[in-house]
């Protein structure tokens, strides 16, 4: 079955630091890979996807993801954290190999973020 | 350009009862899906509307769960008799008909409590 694993439920970072959330999903030879994020009382909000081409793609808010297709894999990335990234974070996976418009979604990795 | 909007944020209801959430794409978006987030766990796909058509109901539970969306604009969707095991956030999505058709726009959800 069709699977996408944030393998980390839960990472705290200092402010300032830099960070990388884990992404994988488990086929597909041209997945289209999204990340969300869902602040407190917020709805989803896209911060990037990647369809082909280039695989480090540049999202919203500073972040950027790097497409791994020998890993299966779509980290996401901040070189500096701000407070205000506080969110929980979602990893997820379409396209024309995966029914079309449904989106399969990780179990999501909350971040905090220290003083 | 308004995002999707979802109404209730927030619903109680005794096991039994009969719930309806609303969800408004949008504008102009020909596609419309909803999901579920029970627990923590993964957001998970229910069913996806092209205008007023179902595409696909693939993820819907069970016969309790009716989805509509007349005209094509809103959608409903109603849990009646309500069970413990609907309890979750309910999300809905909109993406366009053309090239982005899989960039989806997520509401803020509908948290869903059956006591």
């Known amino acids: 079955a069709q699977s996408v694993t944030q393998p980390d439920i839960h990472i705290t970072v200092s402010e300032g630091a830099s960070l990388e959330l884990r992404c994988n999903y488990s086929?597909?030879?041209?997945?289209?890979l999204f990340w969300y994020v869902q602040s407190p009382g917020q709805g989803l909000q896209l911060l990037l996807k990647?369809?082909?081409?280039?695989?480090l793609v540049q999202g919203i808010k500073g972040f950027e993801a790097e497409f791994k297709r020998s890993q299966s894999s779509f980290n996401l990335r901040k070189p500096s954290v701000h407070w205000s990234d506080a969110a929980e974070y979602f990893c997820?996976?379409?396209?024309?190999?995966?029914?079309?418009?449904?989106?399969?979604f990780g179990s999501g990795t909350k971040l905090n973020v220290k003083p | 350009e308004a995002g999707v909007t979802q109404f209730p944020s927030h619903s109680v209801i005794e096991k039994g009862q009969t719930v309806t959430l609303r969800c408004d794409p949008i504008?102009?978006?020909?596609?419309l899906y909803w999901y579920r987030r029970v627990m923590g766990k993964e957001i998970k796909f229910l069913l996806h509307f092209v205008k007023e058509s179902k595409q696909d109901e693939s993820g819907m539970p069970n016969n309790r769960f009716l989805a509509e969306r007349t005209g094509g604009t809103y959608s409903t969707l109603k849990v009646q008799p309500a069970e413990l095991e609907d309890s979750g956030v309910y999300f809905c999505?909109?993406?366009?008909?053309?090239?982005?058709?899989?960039?989806?726009?997520f509401g803020p959800g509908t948290r869903l409590t059956v006591t």
């Open positions: 997820a996976v379409g396209g024309p190999e995966y029914n079309f418009n449904k989106f399969y």
């Open positions: 086929y597909g030879a041209t997945p289209y």
């Open positions: 990647y369809f082909s081409g280039d695989t």
């Open positions: 999505a909109s993406s366009p008909k053309d090239g982005r058709v899989y960039e989806q726009y």
């Open positions: 504008s102009g978006h020909d596609n």
